[in-house]
């Protein structure tokens, strides 16, 4: 697996994007402003993630892999690749509080960092529901990247 920016037509990745982000106004709001990798296998395009620069280092805003794909290890090995990208800096990853992806990110060496109060209830128009758990609060991570 390999992974490819696309600098134009990110929309064209929505179906994937949303697979993280239910709500593609949600999207809007970071993705012309970030940088927008594909994951390839065999140039069959498995997945995208989207890192935006923030004033404390860089967030990974969206990370999806399409589902025939899951559980094969190749969100790790795309992550793996974005810390090789950005070394040296900090990575903040914000997920939602249902359990579900931050034993995934803890394994890959993200921490606890801070919560954000009621996000999913402010911020989005329907309700989120994960593994049967409404998402009210936002886990926000970080990995501090050797160099």
């Known amino acids: 697996m390999h992974l490819q920016t696309i600098h134009h037509h990110k929309k064209e990745y929505l179906l994937l994007l949303l697979q993280a982000d239910e709500e593609e106004s949600q999207i809007d709001t970071y993705l012309n402003r970030g940088t927008l990798y594909v994951a390839l296998e065999e140039e069959r395009v498995i997945g995208v993630a989207v890192v ?16 025939p794909y899951r559980k094969q290890g190749y969100g ?19 997920t939602g509080d249902s359990g579900l992806t931050v034993p995934f990110y803890e394994a890959c060496g993200f921490t606890y960092s801070h919560t954000i109060e009621h996000f999913f ?5 329907e309700p989120i529901m994960e593994n049967g758990v409404l998402l009210e609060h936002m886990i926000v991570l970080k990995k501090d990247i050797p160099l």
Not at 52 to 67: C, F, P, Q, R, S
Request: proline share 0%; glycine share 8%.
């Open 76 to 94: 790790k090995q795309m992550l793996e690749q974005l810390f090789d990208y950005y070394k040296g800096r900090t990575m903040f990853v914000g």
């Open 52 to 67: 935006t620069e923030e004033k404390e280092g860089v967030e990974l805003k969206n990370m999806a892999i399409d589902v």
């Open 121 to 125: 209830t402010e911020h989005y128009t």
